[in-house]
T-cell receptor, first 116, second 114 residues
Framework: ETGVTQTPRHLVMGMTNKKSLKCEQH?????MYWYKQSAKKPLELMFV???????ENNSVPSRFSPECPNSSHLFLHLHTLQPEDSALYLC???????????????FGEGSWLTVV | EDKVVQSPLSLVVHEGDTVTLNCSYE??????LLWYKQEKKAPTFLFML????IEKKSGRLSSILDKKELFSILNITATQTGDSAVYLC??????????????FGKGTLLTVNP
């Protein structure tokens, strides 16, 4: 139990579906992240939110739409995905983005997404 | 572009062996290097290293950073089957504020056979 909870753990969706991934952290952190983990590739940062404001969009296609209503919750809305989007999507949080914080990121267990 | 390279990509050993995992990096404005263990679920934090030459130790695991040669190693002694996992190296870099960035390597898949 890392203090970061993701739901659903597994999701299978068609290319025309709309679904959402949810992340909740109970650590009192202010920064939250979405990462994509594909087979045999490094973890890829998708989005960063700090105090509910998006600070980074790592050239992610618009079919992925993040939402951060407060510092404890982060969503990833999915629409018209492609089979190559199938991957493990990891949510993470950290105290904040301050340069001297020696940030340590805590990960959720991930949502396994399969696009058919 | 920041780069983190781990080697080997995979490793198979027998219980009781000692292993050394490598992580080299090229980043701008290095802040820290982190090691994670991932066993088919959330990566779990192992170590954070910020200073050269100071070994961090936790049980049978230890790690050290060389900021001059830009690498870190993770040692596991007397390996057990429960050590089987992907070990991820990540480097935190940036000039602060929204420029903070964490770059991951591809990971090393360690398999420990009984």
């Amino acid at each position: 139990e890392t203090g970061v909870t993701q739901t659903p753990r597994h999701l299978v969706m068609g290319m025309t579906n709309k679904k959402s991934l949810k992340c909740e952290q109970h650590l009192g952190h202010n920064a939250m992240y979405w990462y994509k983990q594909s087979a045999k590739k490094p973890l890829e940062l998708m989005f960063v939110y700090n105090f509910k404001e998006q600070t980074e969009n790592n050239s992610v296609p618009s079919r992925f739409s993040p939402e951060c209503p407060n510092s404890s919750h982060l969503f990833l809305h999915l629409h018209t995905l492609q089979p190559e989007d199938s991957a493990l999507y990891l949510c993470a949080s950290s105290q904040d983005l301050r340069r001297y914080s020696g940030n340590t990121i805590y990960f959720g267990e991930g949502s396994w997404l399969t696009v058919v | 572009e920041d780069k983190v390279v781990q080697s080997p990509l995979s490793l198979v050993v027998h219980e009781g062996d000692t292993v050394t995992l490598n992580c080299s990096y090229e980043v701008t404005n290095f802040r820290s290097l982190l090691w994670y263990k991932q066993e088919k679920k959330a990566p779990t934090f192992l170590f954070m290293l910020t200073s050269s030459g100071i070994e961090k130790k936790s049980g049978r695991l230890s790690s050290i950073l060389d900021k001059k040669e830009l690498f870190s190693i993770l040692n596991i002694t007397a390996t057990q089957t429960g050590d089987s996992a992907v070990y991820l190296c990540a480097v935190e870099a940036g000039s602060g504020g929204s420029n903070y960035k964490l770059t991951f390597g591809k990971g090393t898949l360690l398999t420990v056979n009984p």
